[in-house]
């Protein structure tokens, strides 16, 4: 081996000197096993070199010793290139620096030609790579990991040997991992709907064809619907590619897998059903409908005594009482379940709250005007509205008080007794149940100041155990407008 004149030696300590602490104190590349590169967002899957342009890769060679396992890098399935050389070994000087850095550093020398010398590979998977000793040349067969090991026998300047030099036996290891060709990789479908259900975010997965082993892997994804937030993660196990979007909207997905561009469709619809509070008579019939939605629908009721309801969501009153009519849509990701709380009533009930409704939206409220066209306070809401079925409340002309409302149906026997939330989820009050909020130094009945229509129940969702949640709905006020205490529920 050619020896290096005294100048060139100590520019090149000066470059890898400073080249090696960066090394110690950053790190170049920790591996710790299957290393996705997915998030290394510098660097471009479709930016790599495939079939294409050669990649030169330099050798950190130590004497006597394999280097760190920093020395490995990502490749792909036709990658090709020349080995080059770079030698560190360490020096006896280096002022400032911590001690364990100058005891590596001892003896630095650096070599970057490796004239004359014998050069050996020793590759343990050769199924992966090929080199060409007398070329240096590498090829990428096939993905995997393949380890090679280079040893030299260098000439190293020493002037305590006759001959100014003395023989050393170089060592150097760098991992090949390469990533599988993806080449033949297809996306099982081109257009993927998905859906947003209850809020939640709407997710669908596509099964990636004729797909290379993923253990070493690159992925990345673009939408050409920035607004759409979708995101995109790649499951190595499956083989399948997970979207996601919170948003609305249509876009065009690029996925680039080991450098293999794909390319699919998104559609994100929010889907729901049409109502989820919904008052019928008894035999009455109706239907209810999932919007934007294409794909299998299983319905069911909580109670088919109550409601019945058939496959394509039509519903029957069958008796007074309240159920959970749902629909379970197959096949999506996370909440699958939607549905509409449904109360049937007696005959003619259903008038009944809808008139109260009406009153509260199209009449103006005020206590003196209560009982003139186009006003109401409470108490001439409930009488109103009751009297479309024949219930006065003991008083045909004109409207009595809330707290006379309520001392009438105590003397027909007609109290539930206090409000309890607990008895709403059990979904025990009926629409029309008439609220009294008691509590007033009034002299009147209980100190009962106001009346309000309960109108219902509406469906919010269900929680982990599939059990549903419910807001109690008004006639004229929004829905769980009250917190329950001790006022009073009643039934004309």
């Given at each position: ?252 997905i690029t996925l680039w897998l080991n450098g293999k561009k794909l390319k699919l469709k998104l559609e994100n619809r929010e889907t729901g059903i049409d109502r989820t509070h919904h008052i019928m008579d008894v035999g009455d019939v109706s239907q209810l409908k999932i919007e934007k939605y294409h794909g299998k629908v299983t319905w069911k009721s909580t109670n088919k005594k109550v409601v019945s309801v058939d496959k394509d969501g039509n519903i029957v009153g069958k008796k007074v009482g309240n159920a959970i009519v749902y629909a379970s849509l197959d096949g999506l990701h996370g909440d699958q379940l939607v549905g509409c709380a449904v109360s049937i009533v007696e005959k003619g009930h259903t008038a009944v709250v809808e008139e109260g409704a009406k009153i509260g939206k199209t009449c103006m409220y005020s206590q003196p005007m209560r009982m003139s ?120």
């Open positions: 081996m050619k020896s290096l004149g005294i100048t060139k030696i100590r520019k090149k300590l000066a470059v890898l000197t400073f080249f090696f602490l960066i090394c110690l104190v950053g790190g170049i590349f920790v591996y710790s096993g299957n290393v996705s590169v997915a998030k290394k967002k510098a660097v471009k899957p479709e930016r790599m070199a495939v079939h294409q342009t050669k990649r030169d890769v330099r050798l950190h060679n130590k004497d006597n010793i394999i280097p760190a396992e920093y020395d490995r890098e990502f490749f792909h399935v036709g990658d090709y290139g020349f080995i080059t050389f770079a030698s560190v070994r360490s020096m006896s000087d280096m002022n400032g620096a911590p001690s364990y850095v100058r005891q590596n550093m001892a003896n630095l020398i650096t070599v970057d030609e490796f004239a004359g010398a014998k050069i050996d590979y020793s590759i343990d998977r050769p199924e992966v790579l090929t080199i060409d000793a007398d070329k240096h040349l590498y090829r990428i067969l096939k993905g995997g990991e393949a380890t090679v090991i280079i040893s030299a026998k260098v000439d190293v300047p020493d002037a305590t040997k006759q001959s100014g030099y003395r023989k050393e036996r170089w060592l150097a290891k760098f991992t090949f991992i390469v990533m599988g060709d993806a080449g033949a990789t297809k996306v099982a479908k081109k257009k993927l709907v998905s859906y947003i259900v209850n809020d939640s975010v709407g997710s669908v997965d596509v099964a990636l064809k004729d797909c290379p082993d993923l253990r070493y892997y690159s992925f990345d994804y673009a939408s050409s619907n920035s607004a759409m937030c979708v995101k995109a993660e790649l499951d190595t196990i499956t083989k399948k590619v997970h979207l996601e979007s919170y948003v609305e909207g249509e876009s065009d066209p186009g006003f109401y306070d409470c108490s001439s809401l409930v009488w109103s509205a009751y009297g479309l079925i024949g219930i006065d409340f003991g008083l045909a002309e004109y409207a009595p008080t809330a707290a006379s409302e309520c001392q009438w149906l105590a003397e027909q026997d007609k109290i539930l007794g206090k409000w309890d939330r607990y008895q709403v989820q059990k979904m025990v009050y009926r629409p029309g149940d008439l609220l009294f909020r008691v509590g007033a130094n009034n002299d009147r009945y209980l100190g009962i100041y106001h009346v309000e229509m309960f109108a219902g129940y509406r469906l919010l969702g269900f929680d982990d155990d599939g059990e549903p949640l419910l807001a109690m709905c008004w006639a004229n006020r929004p829905d769980d407008y009250y917190d329950p205490c001790d006022d009073i529920i009643g039934r004309p």
